[in-house]
């Protein structure tokens, strides 16, 4: 049974760098079959896609976030991450992992979701 | 780019009803391309139905999808207590990749 499991921070500081990892377990994030993506969501709103990555191919990432983004897969530790860079109050949401089954952004499994809220 | 619009935003029904969601695009897309999700409270969506009209693993048969071009509806033909929640639907595939800002369908 495949399972996705973010850690990081729930709080960061205005103008630093938001980090979150994603661990992938029940099966291999090396597979060239799957994408793993990166979905916010902000308190009460919609769902916003942020990125994805696959083991064999470039990120693809949402062309707002672009400049201030990267995702990048950890194949030893069977995990990806998310490195959001000079972080607003914008920023704040529930952050999602999900694995992409076809292109970069059809998600089938998802994570729990965590809350990253950013304030001083 | 793409822009997906869902009517209406909250649609107040009761349990057994049926329920009929829409989800508009700007331009014309590939249904190929055309996906419907499932968010209750404090939980991670569920994918529901993809490539307009598959469902997805273990959705049950009253949930079904239609439509092309720029016109897309995800019909409930039973609504079920569980079924009580905000529906999204998504362009995916190629660029741009988005969500609609959802559906709340909930108990009248």
């Known amino acids: 049974q495949l399972q996705l499991q973010e850690s990081g921070p729930g709080l960061v500081k205005p103008s630093e760098t938001l980090s979150l990892t994603c661990t992938v377990s029940g099966g291999s994030i090396t597979s060239t079959t799957y994408y793993w993506g990166w979905v916010r969501q902000p308190p009460g709103k919609g769902l916003e896609w942020i990125g994805s990555?696959?083991?064999?191919?470039?990120?693809y990432y949402t062309s707002s976030l672009r400049s201030r983004l990267t995702i990048s897969v950890d194949t030893s530790n069977n995990q990806f991450s998310l490195r959001l860079s000079s972080v607003t109050a914008a920023d704040t949401s529930v952050y999602y992992c999900a694995r992409s089954i076809v292109g970069a952004t059809l998600f089938d499994h998802w994570s729990q979701g965590t809350l990253v809220t950013v304030s001083s | 780019d793409i822009v997906l619009t869902q009517s209406p935003g909250t649609l107040s029904l009761s349990p057994g009803e049926r329920a009929t969601l829409s989800c508009r695009a700007s331009?014309?897309?590939?249904?190929?391309?055309l996906a419907w999700y499932q968010q209750k409270p404090g939980q991670a969506p569920r994918l529901l139905i993809y490539?307009?009209?598959t469902r997805a693993t273990g959705i049950p048969d009253r949930f079904s999808g239609s439509g092309s071009g720029t016109d897309f509806t995800l019909t409930i033909t039973r609504l079920e207590p569980e079924d009580f929640a905000v529906y999204y639907c998504?362009?995916?595939?190629?660029?741009?990749?988005?969500f609609g800002q959802g559906t709340k369908v909930e108990i009248k």
């Open positions: 331009e014309r897309t590939s249904s190929s391309y």
């Open positions: 490539g307009a009209s």
């Open positions: 990555v696959s083991y064999a191919g470039s990120p």
């Open positions: 998504q362009h995916y595939g190629s660029s741009p990749r988005a």
